[in-house]
């Protein structure tokens, strides 16, 4: 017989991310397939350039929608990240270290995606 | 324990799908903070994606995410709903034939350029 493609841990931290995967999941998974759907499907890499993005950023809507997917999306790929680390890396101290280079790299990634999309200003490009 | 079938594929593939989707994201958020450097620097960047070979790269992206979703879903309905373990052959073959009815539409839309369309 099949168990359960996953267990429940039982306590502590661990079951604070088991739920974060489930709830991130649920929250980000219409958006992600509307992202998709309107960037792979209905548009392409042909059709998407400076100009779509500047004219998609002009309303504070798709800036929270996208903000909202990196969010979601980043906390919810570096936890799945720890779970692997937790797995494969046995020795404690290489752990923890490979631990910290995650959130490290996190941080950074997500600050530079948040940076952009609330400071971004397609105005300043434009001709005089 | 896993003693192999579908249950250790779609854990394994799940896995996979997860990391690969994770690794393009860190690029997706390089490549678009590249839009605070002006028209020439992010078209630049985009004309990266926009070669023919990448196409498969792009639709393999689009696949990876829909079957990350798709098996999560499936994970969520038996951690929720344990009685539903009895029924994972047949959950995981019918998620599965869904996933395929779904991935041929979208695998042609997004490399009919490919095939000169």
């Known amino acids: ?128 | 324990m896993y003693r192999g079938g579908p249950g250790m594929l779609a854990w394994a593939l799940h896995r996979i799908t997860g990391v690969a989707v994770l690794l393009f994201l860190f690029m997706h958020i390089i490549e678009t903070s590249m839009i605070g450097f002006g028209p020439k620097a992010y078209n630049f960047t985009l004309g990266i994606y926009r070669q023919l070979w990448f196409k498969p790269i792009e639709f393999l992206l689009v696949a990876a995410v829909l079957y990350h979703a798709g098996n999560g879903i499936l994970v969520m309905i038996l951690d929720f709903w344990p009685a539903s373990t009895r029924y994972y052959r047949r959950l995981f073959w019918a998620g599965a034939a869904l996933y395929v009815a779904l991935i041929i539409p979208v695998g042609f839309i997004m490399m009919r350029r490919l095939f000169g369309l």
């Open chain 1, 1 to 128: 017989m099949i168990r359960a493609p996953s267990v429940r841990p039982a306590g502590g931290l661990p079951l604070y991310l088991w739920f974060f995967m489930r709830v991130s999941a649920i929250l980000m998974f219409g958006l992600v397939l509307g992202h998709l759907y309107i960037m792979h499907i209905i548009n392409s890499t042909d059709t998407i350039d400076f100009q779509f993005v500047a004219e998609r950023f002009t309303t504070p809507f798709w800036r929270a929608y996208d903000l909202f997917i990196l969010f979601f999306a980043l906390s919810h790929g570096l936890i799945g990240m720890r779970g692997i680390l937790d797995d494969y890396v046995r020795s404690r101290p290489w752990r923890a270290f490979a631990e910290g280079l995650l959130w490290t790299a996190g941080a950074v990634f997500f600050l530079l995606g948040a940076l952009i999309l609330m400071t971004f200003q397609p105005g300043a490009f434009r001709g005089p």
